[in-house]
Antibody, heavy 125, light 108 residues
């Protein structure tokens, strides 16, 4: 059974930094892309960042590019999201999501077939 | 970026009703569309991928279809467990991942 367990959320002041972690189990972590998706309170889903299985490719939504960094440690089955220069509009539940394949190929990119329970990040003074 | 326009935003229905949710892409995404179900306080759950393929373990009352850039999720006979919010998502390789705005299915 696939399990994804996020941690690292909390209350942080604007301009601050936070690192989220997601520990994966139940599948071969090194074979799949991984992503972060967020959901602001009462709002819809927004894709944030993705990293390929081999760590060679990373992509970000425009609103976080240059501030957030996605990474993974395949030896620890762990996905990370380093968030710097946080703003109030970054307040959201952040979900870790497993991709359906290693990365984009054959005209499509991975979709998200398993999700963690989410960790809440609140940016406020 | 490709925009996904989902309708309606809210839908009121009764147990046993046939329910239809529509998602329109701003440009061609081939069949690279997924549908997710999300219940309050929970993570999204994948229901349909590649427009019409049912994820393992998902009840057969859920069906996905497509016509050009318009995609439809149909629940043939609404069950109590189906009251939730549904999102479409495109995953074509030429554009960042984008979700529709969501459709909340409420009890009538």
């Amino acid at each position: 059974e696939v399990q994804l367990l996020e941690s690292g959320g909390g209350l942080i002041q604007p301009g601050g930094s936070l690192r989220l972690s997601c520990v994966a189990s139940g599948f071969s972590f090194t074979n799949y892309a991984m992503s972060w998706v967020r959901q602001a309170p009462g709002k819809g889903l927004e894709w944030v960042a993705v990293i390929s299985n081999s760590e060679t490719s990373t992509y970000y939504v425009d609103s976080v590019r240059g501030r957030f960094t996605i990474s993974r440690d395949n030896s620890k089955n762990t996905l990370y999201l380093q968030m710097n220069s946080l703003r109030a509009d970054d307040t959201a539940v952040y979900f870790c999501a497993k991709g359906s394949k290693g990365f984009c190929s054959g005209g499509s990119c991975p979709l998200f077939d398993s999700w963690g329970q989410g960790t809440l990040v609140t940016v406020s003074s | 970026d490709i925009q996904m326009t989902q309708s309606p935003s809210t839908l009121s229905a009764s147990i046993g009703d046939r329910v239809t949710i529509t998602c329109r892409a701003s440009q061609s995404i081939s069949s690279w569309l997924a549908w997710y179900q999300q219940k309050p306080g929970k993570a999204p759950k994948l229901l349909i991928y590649k427009a019409s393929s049912l994820e393992s373990g998902v009840p057969s009352r859920f069906r996905g279809s497509e016509s050009g850039t318009e995609f439809t999720l149909t629940i043939s006979s609404l069950q109590p467990d189906d009251f939730a919010t549904y999102y479409c998502q495109q995953y074509i390789s030429s554009s960042p991942w984008t979700f529709g705005q969501g459709t909340k299915v409420e009890i009538k």
